[in-house]
C-alpha cells in the first residue's frame, strides 16, 4: 500500500488537462495502490467533503495573467502542520510552481523522494500573454522550471516531444515518459444520438461534423480552424462545427466566426461539464480538428481517439506524436491553407471511420494501465531511495527569488 501526495495548481471543478490528469491518478490510487493525499489551492465552488480521499487546500488568490488559475499562498502555521503530520510515502508534484515548490519543501522536511511531472509549455505560454513584444518573460519562466527539475528526484513528462521542450529549456537530467491515460472509456457512435446531438444545436446532421475541445485561446490555433472553415465554406464544402470550451478569447473567436460568415455551420457551446453529454458529442463527431503546437500529449486527443474519433493535427508537434498520417489521423502544416486542404482532404478521400477505430486502437490508453505503470516506478523509486546530500533549501530559496523576479516583470506589463 503506498501513501502519495499529489500536488497542483488546479483540481476538480477545475477541468483542464493537468486536474485531470491528477484527478485520475487520486481516484486510481484511492481505488487499487493505496491512499492519495491532493493538495492543492483553495476553489470556493470544490466541496472537499466529496471526494473518498483527503483534499487538502490551501488559501489562494487568482492569477493576474490567467483568470482561471489560482496562486497558492501556503503560509498558515496550522496548514504547514497538517501537511507535515500526512502520512506519505513519496511526494508527486505536477507543476513546478507554487504548489511544486511546496511538494520540495514537503519532501525535504520529511526525507522523502520527489518526483514531479513536466506538462506544459510555459515559456510559450507566458509569452502569448505578455504583449511586451519580446521574449524575456518566457526565458525567465524556462530558466526557473529547468532550476526546478534539476532539484527533483525524479523527472517524468507525457511523451517524448515533451521531454524535448523541457530540455530546451535547460534541463539536462534524466526523464522518464509516463504517458497521460484517458477517462473517456472506449466507445461506438450511436446515430440516434448524432441526429438529436445536431438537433439540438441546430446544425444538418447529414453533414460531416468536426469538432474541437479545449480552451477558447488563440494560442491554440483556433483562429486557423475558422478561417480554414471559412475557406471550405467558399469553395462549397458542407460541413458543421462545434467548439465545446471556454476561454480568454472566446469573444474574439465569436467575432471572426462572423466575419468568415460561418454562423450557420459553427457553434460555440461554452463547457461541457458532463462527461457522459461529452462522450456522446465525441463520439457523433467525424474528425477532431486539434492545430495547437502550444499542447503537450493533449488528453482530448486521447479521448476523441476513445470514442473512435480521428484527429487532424499539426506535423511534428508535440500533439501529434504517435499519429501516423492516413493511417491514425491526420497531420498538416499551421497555415490556414494546410489546415482547409487536411480537412478536406479528410473528408473526401479517406474513411473516418476506419482512421477512428485505428486512432483507438493505437492512441487510447487507460488511466488504469498508466498508473499501473506509475505505482511500479514509484516501487522503484522507494526502493532505490537514498536522501541527497545537497542542501536543497538552500535552491528552494533561489527558486523563489526567481519567483519575486517572474512577478516583478508582470507586474510591470
Known sequence: MLNIALLNESFAPQYDGVAICVQNYARVIHAAYGAPYVIVPEEKTRDITKFPYVVLEYPALRAAVADQYKVGIPMSPRFRKRLLDLPVDIVHSHTPFVSGLLGQRLALKRGLPHVSTFHSKYKDDINQRMTVGNEIPGEIVARYVAAFYRRCDAVWTVSHGTANTLREYGYDGEITIM????????????????????????L???????????????????????????ALKRNGRAFSMLFVGSGEDAERITGLIKEQGLGKR?????????????????????????????????????????????????????????????????LAQASVEDIALGISDALTQYDLSALGRNARRDIYISWDDVLREAVDAYRRILADWKPKQRDRSKTIIGDIDLLTEISDVISRM
Open 204 to 230: 444538418d446532421a447529414s453533414e460531416p461534423l468536426l469538432l474541437f475541445v479545449g480552451r477558447m485561446t488563440y494560442l491554440k490555433n483556433i483562429h486557423l480552424i475558422i478561417k480554414a472553415l471559412g
Open 266 to 330: 459553427v457553434r460555440l457551446v461554452g463547457k461541457v461539464m458532463d462527461r457522459e453529454k461529452l462522450r456522446q458529442i465525441y463520439c457523433s463527431s467525424d474528425l477532431f480538428v486539434f492545430p495547437s503546437v502550444y499542447d503537450n500529449a493533449p488528453l482530448v486527443v486521447r479521448e476523441a481517439a476513445a470514442c473512435g474519433c480521428a484527429s487532424l493535427l499539426i506535423e511534428g508537434s508535440n500533439s501529434s506524436e504517435g499519429v501516423i498520417h492516413g493511417q491514425n489521423g491526420i
Open 179 to 202: 504517458p497521460n491515460g484517458c477517462d473517456m472509456p472506449a466507445t461506438f457512435r450511436d446515430e440516434d444520438v448524432r441526429s438529436a446531438l445536431a438537433h439540438e444545436y441546430g
